[in-house]
């Protein structure tokens, strides 16, 4: 495992870099908020993110995929974060991606993965339950013969990325018989199937799912729990990289102001007790770099086991949490009043931080989970 | 087989055949071997033979240029040897300052005439180097110093006090950072000089520290002799010399404590489990079990971050701003380890000495005084926080403080 960038994914990190940026960064997610946008981001961008390959990143070249992997998703995932890029990326090419990749179902992966990095799908997974992750995962949706080889889905979903938009919803149910969790294609205009969209703190697009006896054909299952542990240790490790981006945009921006505000005659950057907060940032960012970067790598590994895998996504998610809330936390503080308005962009970071560390679970959560891996 | 691979095989070979038996399993670190030097015993005749060896091939000092006696690998066939050292768990055949510090800045700075003197005894573990940069009234600010060295005939004529001299005790050479010009202004009136302990006017006395040991020590010099010739980097230019000493310091430092920090989660969780029960399964002290997982994380982000550092090297990238915050995480890691260990240790890592306690709990106790010190030796966190902030971060001078 090398953690340096080779050329092509120097090349990558670049244009995406290039591709939010031109966009307007921040500027773009508060239109968005500010004009209740039904859909939360951009078809026309999404449409351009298909042309450049990265909705496929991931997937074989044969399923549309360029045949890359998590490391080179990452990348883009990480710029994407720094200008907070609403688009379903993670959701889609992570989160149901990985699921579909992975999962036991050719049929499904045939059918959806090409549809997916054409742009054509926008896919998502509806897993969460409670207001905080669990483990075991409390999992009350149910799925329940219907005959005919068919099963109907009942229950209700929350916090499902761009729920009310997808296409494409993986649904976690419980088999009603074997007590088993599945993970079942949901097409998103499924009869019984009511999305109803949350507004959330940060303004990326969100919504509850509601399963009132949706039937789908037994072939829908594509895998179970070990599946789902897989597919949210990957997307973790994206969102893991999102964060890195938040947060370095957000210390970056601290540190233009530390060197252009002024009082008692000298900027404020001059001060000590700011230079020495705002080191101890540079130094943890520094570290979160590393871990995103080991944490992506490991999920490329071939074969990787699912233990490897939960220790570094719990690695990388239980200091980018901390991490990206203390930075933005800081960053606030150090702008002062103007920190505290709507109009500064530095509170949408602030909101995002938030929203992160409670998608896969919180640092204190991972510590847990880490602590429970390695047997104490 | 790439040239690596069979360098590889060769170095191991060589060492299967010839690498005293007695030391194998018996891994030192950076401060814990051979420190060479005139007053220099050896703990046995193995660890003698195991130096000898070792400097036959110039791999005490590996990537050192062969004229001087060195081994002139590259960076990766040193890896190499390291990696193949590790392998059997050998002990480093020599250790020192001399190696790490003042070496490097010669290679670096010194004249060739220099570097023909004073780098073949130092590859061959004869004379033992320590530092006289602080002094009473001049560490972090050091270039204040007040040492002063006049001019007298073909040298110097040295007057005044060093002190928090690691080693001077035991130490045959001492590189002195003196004021050569009194008239100019701090940085630039000052010479980076190597000077021989072994004279009259040259008097050391130990300070013990709080950990009970007495590593370091005050050096007084009165009308010590310094030749012209023992300048490093010419008159009134020894700021620059003593800044590049400093940046090899720091990356030793780095280094030091990125392998002893390794081992962390087993260490601690042993401490833990003895102390808290039960053998299996969760601890029972939720709390300390947290900072055990925060201690194994630090930890592993931080040897992550050290390979990055390496990695992004070997692949020929200029070397990153990445490596100014080693020496902050590594020390203030180390400390966190050290605090818990004697935590999770109770009563048992507050033994001082005495039959009363076993030796590892007394140990426990000494390493964690010990390690307080961590983050003022090399220049103290709130310094290299000041680097970090002007010259990584580019933020400006000068402010109200
Ligand atoms: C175990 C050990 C071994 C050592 N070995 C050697 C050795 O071999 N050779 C040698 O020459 N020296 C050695 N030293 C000395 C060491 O380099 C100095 O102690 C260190 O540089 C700090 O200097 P000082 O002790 O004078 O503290 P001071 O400089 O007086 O600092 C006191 C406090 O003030 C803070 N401070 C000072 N200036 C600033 C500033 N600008 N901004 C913010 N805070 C500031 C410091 O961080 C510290 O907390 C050793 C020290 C220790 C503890």
């Known amino acids: 495992m090398k953690l340096a960038l080779n050329e092509d994914q120097r090349l990558i990190k670049d244009s995406a870099a290039a591709v939010w940026k031109d966009r307007g960064a921040v500027e773009r997610l508060r239109k968005l908020r500010d004009a209740g946008d039904a859909t939360g981001f951009s078809r026309a961008l999404w449409d351009e993110l298909a042309g450049l390959g990265w909705l496929g990143l991931p997937f074989p070249e044969e399923l549309g995929g360029v045949g890359l992997g998590v490391t080179e998703l990452c990348l883009v995932l990480e710029e994407a974060g720094k200008t907070l890029a609403p688009e379903p990326l993670l959701a889609t090419t992570l989160l149901a991606g990985s699921a579909l990749l992975l999962g036991d179902s050719d049929a499904a992966r045939t059918t959806w993965l090409p549809r997916i990095s054409a742009g054509e799908v926008i896919a998502t997974v509806a897993w969460q339950e409670r207001a905080r992750r669990d483990e075991p995962l409390s999992c009350a949706a149910v799925a329940r013969s219907a005959g005919d080889g068919r099963v109907s889905l009942h229950g209700a979903k929350r916090e499902v990325l761009v729920g009310a938009q997808a296409e494409l919803i993986v649904v976690v149910a419980r088999d009603e018989a074997s007590g088993q969790l599945g993970l079942y294609a949901v097409p998103g205009d499924a009869e019984g199937l009511t999305a109803t969209p949350l507004v959330r703190v940060d303004a990326f697009p969100c919504a509850r799912i509601d399963l009132d006896g949706v039937v789908v054909a037994s072939d829908a299952r594509i895998g179970g729990a070990e599946l789902l542990a897989t597919v949210l240790d990957r997307a973790g490790i994206g969102l893991a990289a999102e964060a890195l981006g938040g947060m370095s945009a957000a210390f970056e921006m601290t540190l233009g102001w530390l060197r252009e505000r002024r009082q008692f005659g000298v900027p404020i950057g001059s001060f000590q007790a700011l230079q020495h907060r705002a080191a101890r940032l540079y130094i943890d960012i520094e570290l979160c770099r590393s871990v995103v970067m080991a944490a992506a790598r490991t999920a490329d590994q071939p074969g990787v086991p699912a233990a490897a895998l939960a220790q570094v996504a719990s690695l990388a998610l239980a200091r980018t949490t901390d991490t990206f809330l203390r930075v933005v936390d800081e960053a606030v503080q150090m702008h002062g009043g103007v920190g505290m308005t709507d109009e500064h962009d530095v509170g949408f970071y602030l909101k995002r931080a938030r929203v992160v560390a409670a998608t896969f679970g919180d640092a204190a959560w991972h510590r847990d989970r880490w602590a429970r891996l390695a047997g104490y | ?401």
């Open chain 2, 1 to 401: 087989m790439s040239d690596l691979d069979g360098f590889r095989a060769e170095v191991r070979a060589w060492l299967e055949e010839h690498a005293p038996i007695s030391l194998r399993g018996r891994p030192g670190d950076i401060f814990h071997g051979h420190w060479g030097g005139r007053r220099g015993g050896f703990e046995s005749p193995d660890h003698e033979r195991w130096l000898r060896l070792m400097v036959e091939r110039g791999w005490t000092a590996p990537t050192w240029p062969t004229e001087y006696g060195g081994g002139g690998l590259s960076r990766a066939q040193d890896a190499v040897l390291q990696s193949e050292l590790r392998r059997l768990r050998l002990p480093p055949p020599l250790i020192g300052f001399g190696l790490v510090m003042i070496g490097p800045t010669l290679l670096e700075y010194g004249t060739e005439a220099q570097k023909r003197e004073h780098l073949p005894p130092i590859i061959r573990g004869e004379i033992r180097w320590c530092q006289g940069y602080s002094e009473p009234g001049s560490g972090s600010d050091l270039a204040s110093l007040q040492m002063r060295a006049e001019k007298n005939g073909d040298g110097y004529v040295l007057n005044g006090q060093k002190i928090w001299t690691s080693y001077a005790d035991e130490s045959d050479w001492i590189f002195c950072l003196v004021r050569t010009d009194p008239a100019a202004k701090k940085q630039s009136g000052i010479s980076f000089v190597l000077v021989d302990m072994d004279q009259p006017g040259v008097t050391t006395r130990p300070i013990k520290l709080i950990s009970g040991a007495s590593p370091f020590c005050e050096v007084f010099f009165d009308d010590v002799k310094a030749l012209a010739r023992d300048v490093v980097g010419g008159e009134n230019n020894g700021w620059t010399v003593a800044k590049a000493l400093l940046r090899h310091e720091r990356t030793m430092v780095g280094e030091v404590f990125a392998r002893s920090v390794m081992g962390a989660e087993a260490e601690l969780l042993g401490l833990a489990r003895e102390a808290l029960g039960p053998a299996e399964g969760t601890l029972a002290d939720p709390l300390l079990r947290d900072r055990i997982v925060q201690s194994a994380m630090d930890e592993r982000a931080f040897m992550l971050t050290i390979q990055r550092i390496q990695d992004a090297a070997k692949t020929g990238q200029p070397p990153g701003t990445e490596s100014s915050i080693l020496k902050v995480y590594g020390t203030e890691l180390n400390q966190r380890r050290r605090e818990l260990a004697v935590t999770l240790a109770g009563a048992d890592g507050l033994g001082w000495e005495g039959e009363s306690y076993a030796s590892g709990h007394l140990a426990l106790t000494r390493d964690w005084l010990r390690s307080r010190g961590n983050t003022i030796e090399g220049g103290t966190s709130e310094i290299q926080l000041n680097i970090i902030a002007k010259h990584v971060l580019g933020l400006p001078d000068g402010g109200a403080r």
